[in-house]
């Protein structure tokens, strides 16, 4: 019988920027072998378009995706929950695995300014990513 495949919930206040890179990363790196979710505490009308224009040069496409309410439920749902700048909104449950990740918001960010953001977030992505699946 196959391992249930370990969910990860990114979250930030307005769910258009830090974590919606983090889960497309984490999306794109793992395909379907985790389950990848993303939400904020606050969230915008759209997704930060400096952020969709600095994905694509990664050629990732995230052009569909919208912020996402943080919910109760999400997190239960998930066994690593990543905070990005969201502080105490975030609800806490026990036996569920934290990160905050200290990142830089993009938010009112051109371009030139999100990349270094969406660099550090792969880097990220990617050591989370050889923890969470070290085979």
């Keep these: 019988m196959s391992e249930p495949k370990?969910?990860?919930l990114f979250?930030?206040?307005h769910n258009a920027g830090r974590s919606q890179m983090?889960?497309?990363f984490l999306t794109h790196l793992a395909g379907d072998r985790i389950e990848v979710r993303s939400a904020g505490s606050a969230p915008a009308d759209t997704v930060n378009a400096a952020v969709i224009e600095a994905m694509a040069e990664t050629g990732i496409d995230i052009t569909a995706e919208t912020p996402k309410i943080l919910t109760t439920e999400a997190v239960?749902?998930?066994d690593v929950v990543i905070?990005?700048?969201?502080g105490d909104t975030c609800p806490v449950f026990p036996g569920k695995q934290y990160l905050d990740?200290?990142?830089a918001d993009p938010a009112g960010q051109g371009v030139d300014a999100v990349r270094p953001i969406r660099d550090e977030i792969e880097e990220?992505?990617?050591?989370l990513l050889t923890e969470l699946q070290p085979h």
Excluded: E
């Excluded at 905070?83 to 969201?86: A, S």
């Excluded at 990220?124 to 050591?127: D, I, S």
């Design 6 to 8: 370990p969910s990860v």
């Design 11 to 13: 979250v930030c206040v």
């Design 22 to 24: 983090a889960a497309a």
């Design 76 to 78: 239960q749902a998930s």
């Design 83 to 86: 905070t990005m700048g969201c």
């Design 101 to 103: 990740w200290k990142l």
């Design 124 to 127: 990220r992505v990617r050591r």
